[in-house]
């Protein structure tokens, strides 16, 4: 019983973190000089030096939250757990966290949470920088976090894939013009869509500089005599950054190593949903 009201509690408390969250976003004073820390949500991208967006991770978050006569929260996921706390907004972009994890869930083999903990803990500036939102200790960046809303317009459009590794025979033989993979990004829309070569699919991605994500995709279910859609479907999720090697190459690299590379190409979004 004591579990499910702790639960209850929970889903209210961030549910009223998001409709503040809201609230406070269309209220915000251009004139304050730590509005842009309210303008949005921000998704953690870098931590220590070292990128944050990795196959197989769950999106850490933060987000600011202002009350009256100066009083200010904050609440975020870890990837792991959810956690609240106060802010200290002092001085000339001082900030203090007070940070509390509110869930306690055992995460074995989480490696965003111990530093995000500490990076909230030790961080003593913030600053505003190209869109990101960055964090220092003592002078020198600590943790970076892109707006909700980060894209790179570079991206849009339908992509036909050109090269994949690991492949058994042949790229044209396994994949001829009329079945090859593709993939569409649409504006500002953090979820990509297209053709594995057999199913259409929909994949969810999480995007900074030049470091890329896609989440778990979702294809439909039907018949399929391509047995390579799934090593498409499976380098697609081991992505972890990318590269355009000219206007009309776009190429996926795991670790700096190239996956895959597809060519632009002039195709009616609907026809590559529908797998046609």
Same mark, same amino acid.
């Given at each position: 019983?004591?579990?499910?009201?702790?639960?209850?509690?929970?889903?209210?408390?961030?549910?009223?973190?998001?409709?503040?969250?809201?609230?406070?976003?269309?209220?915000?004073?251009?004139?304050?000089?730590?509005?842009?820390?309210?303008?949005?949500?921000?998704?953690?991208?870098?931590?220590?030096? /070292? !990128? $944050?967006?990795?196959?197989? +991770?769950?999106?850490?978050?933060?987000?600011?939250?202002? #009350?009256? @006569?100066?009083?200010?929260?904050?609440?975020?996921?870890?990837?792991?757990?959810?956690?609240?706390?106060?802010?200290?907004?002092?001085?000339?972009?001082?900030?203090?966290?007070?940070?509390?994890?509110?869930?306690?869930?055992?995460?074995?083999?989480?490696?965003?949470?111990?530093?995000?903990?500490?990076?909230?803990?030790?961080?003593?500036?913030?600053?505003?920088?190209?869109?990101?939102?960055?964090?220092?200790?003592?002078?020198?960046?600590?943790?970076?976090?892109?707006? /909700? !809303? $980060?894209?790179?317009?570079? +991206?849009?459009?339908?992509?036909?894939?050109?090269?994949? #590794?690991? @492949?058994?025979?042949?790229?044209?033989?396994?994949?001829?013009?009329?079945?090859?993979?593709?993939?569409?990004?649409?504006?500002?829309?953090?979820?990509?869509?297209?053709?594995s070569g057999c199913h259409a699919y929909v994949a969810p991605f999480l995007i900074n500089q030049h470091s890329i994500v896609f989440m778990e995709s979702t294809p439909c279910d039907t018949n399929?005599?391509?047995?390579?859609?799934?090593?498409?479907?499976?380098?697609?999720?081991?992505?972890?950054?990318?590269?355009?090697?000219?206007?009309?190459?776009?190429?996926?690299?795991?670790?700096?190593?190239?996956?895959?590379?597809?060519?632009?190409?002039?195709?009616?979004?609907?026809?590559?949903?529908?797998?046609?």
């Amino acid at each position: 019983m004591l579990s499910r009201i702790l639960t209850l509690v929970i889903i209210v408390f961030f549910s009223f973190a998001a409709f503040a969250q809201k609230e406070i976003t269309l209220a915000n004073n251009t004139n304050d000089p730590n509005g842009p820390l309210f303008s949005s949500s921000w998704n953690l991208v870098e931590l220590y030096g /070292s !990128s $944050t967006l990795q196959p197989g +991770l769950k999106q850490a978050y933060l987000i600011f939250q202002r #009350g009256d @006569l100066g009083f200010y929260r904050m609440s975020g996921y870890t990837g792991c757990n959810y956690f609240g706390g106060r802010i200290n907004l002092v001085g000339d972009h001082s900030i203090v966290f007070h940070p509390d994890l509110i869930t306690n869930d055992n995460c074995a083999g989480s490696t965003v949470e111990t530093p995000l903990m500490d990076a909230l803990i030790n961080a003593d500036k913030w600053s505003e920088k190209n869109g990101q939102l960055l964090l220092h200790r003592k002078g020198k960046v600590i943790a970076r976090w892109n707006p /909700s !809303s $980060t894209y790179n317009a570079n +991206l849009d459009g339908t992509w036909h894939l050109m090269y994949l #590794g690991g @492949l058994s025979a042949p790229f044209a033989e396994i994949f001829p013009d009329s079945i090859c993979p593709r993939i569409v990004f649409s504006g500002k829309a953090t979820v990509a869509n297209g053709f594995s070569g057999c199913h259409a699919y929909v994949a969810p991605f999480l995007i900074n500089q030049h470091s890329i994500v896609f989440m778990e995709s979702t294809p439909c279910d039907t018949n399929c005599a391509v047995k390579e859609e799934n090593v498409f479907l499976q380098s697609l999720s081991s992505i972890n950054g990318y590269y355009f090697k000219d206007a009309q190459t776009l190429v996926f690299v795991n670790n700096g190593q190239p996956v895959m590379a597809f060519n632009r190409r002039k195709l009616p979004v609907d026809s590559v949903s529908a797998g046609r």
